[in-house]
């Protein structure tokens, strides 16, 4: 409501003071009259009254009309602020949406099917490409559906002997290798067109058992097992695992369900996994770098103590009959084959990657006098510097007992932490 003369009661609005001096300046008294009246002038806008009483009522107008303007202001600043609350919390939420989505793509877990959908898009594209024919498209249709049906590996990724090859190498090399240490009997698996991308995990488990295979210790604990099984099969062992109480917890992160999705998965799926067959085995999380320029010395040394263990002898070439070991970090796994003890006494691990086709395998089964063919096998402590690594790594057999205490256990923590 616009404020009101003082004299006559009329609005005047923000014009108050140009209306009271032409409508009722005789009421106001003027500096320098002469009349010896007591003028009281306004501090707001220098109007002069010669009552007390009417200035005081002025004065208050002004406070009233300030007060109003400035309500408007704040009331107007509070509305814009609100609505620019309200935009950045969509905004957030959106990019959040688009992040899960992002992260459920990466994952595996956006619903966009499995290992068979993706095998047979990727050969389509491969016909569609020129780069292979449609009799061979339907040939390998074929094979992959006979392989998923049996719940039985092909084998077209597997590369077989080389750590025979390895073992006979380093018999004769004499240049800078003290000692090495070698896992029994590994088998290579490479990543396909079904899991191209997403299947690391799943390739080295393969190799694991592809030794375990080979250990008459393991035959109790692997009598339903005596072949390589496939992806899809392996997904429905894990999930079987979760379904006799292992890793809750993990379980609820893939929704109970791994079969037909491209799910990545990780040490503790591998655990459960080994864990519910009744293989002994353990994580042990190298949280943190433990050297200089991020490097995990600590992660060596522990690889070594595994391998060296019971196999003190003074031979140069060690064919353990130690596993493969498991091994994560964010974004990909890798399977340990061995290890090197050079003779300055620096430490080299021998990996198996599932990313590394069967064509650069195979050159390691010829491998030639000076060892070019071990660069892609060979890993220093300056190589791995990823922030924190995995291992799963297998030491012996459970029985029904310590089985079902390491399921309870996993219920609640499955690593150990290396400081």
Known sequence: TPPECPFCGEAAGRELEEHVRERHGHLLGAPGTG????LYECPMCSLTCTNIQILEEHVDLH???????EGI???????????????????????????????????????????KQQFLKNMEREVDRGR???????????????????????????????????CKYYQSENKDVRRVWLSAGVDHFHSSLGDR??????????????????????????????????????????????REGFDPHGASHFNNRLHGSKAWIGACEIY?????????????????????MGTHPRLFEWILHYYSTDNEGGAKVVCTSKPPI???????????????????????LLLFDPGCSSQQMQKLLKQNSDGTGLKQLRKFVGSLKEKQYQIVAVDGVL?????????????????????
């Not at 406070?63 to 303007?69: D, M, R, V």
């Not at 498991?326 to 080299?348: A, D, P």
């Not at 029985?399 to 256990?409: H, M, P, V, Y």
């Not at 996993?410 to 290396?418: A, F």
């Open 197 to 242: 991308g997403w299947g690391c995990g799943y390739r080295n488990f393969q190799m694991l058992l592809s030794s375990l295979l080979q250990n008459s210790f393991y035959n109790d604990c692997l009598r339903d097992t005596t072949l390589i099984p496939s992806i899809p099969k392996i997904q429905s062992m894990i999930e079987d695992a979760w």
């Open 326 to 348: 498991y091994l994560q970090h964010q974004g990909h796994s890798r399977t340990v084959v061995g290890i090197e003890e050079k003779k300055n006494k620096s430490l080299c």
């Open 399 to 419: 029985s029904l007992e310590e089985k079902a205490a390491r399921c309870r256990a996993s219920q609640v923590l499955t690593s150990e932490k290396i400081p």
């Open 73 to 115: 202001d704040l009331e107007l600043a509070q509305q814009l602020q609100n609505e620019e609350d309200e935009r950045q919390r969509s905004e957030e939420e959106k990019r959040e949406r688009e992040e899960f989505k992002k992260l459920q793509r990466q994952y595996g877990l956006d619903n966009s099917g499995g290992f």
């Open 132 to 166: 292979m024919q449609p009799f061979e498209y339907h040939k390998r249709k074929a094979d992959m559906m006979e392989s998923l049906a049996s719940g039985i590996d092909d084998g077209k990724t597997k590369t077989s002997g080389v750590i025979e090859a390895l």
């Open 35 to 38: 009349n010896g009246e007591q």
């Open 272 to 292: 459960s996994l080994l864990t519910s067959l009744r293989i002994k085995c353990q994580i042990i999380d190298f949280h943190k770098p433990t050297g200089p």
């Open 63 to 69: 406070l009233e009309e300030h007060n109003f303007s």
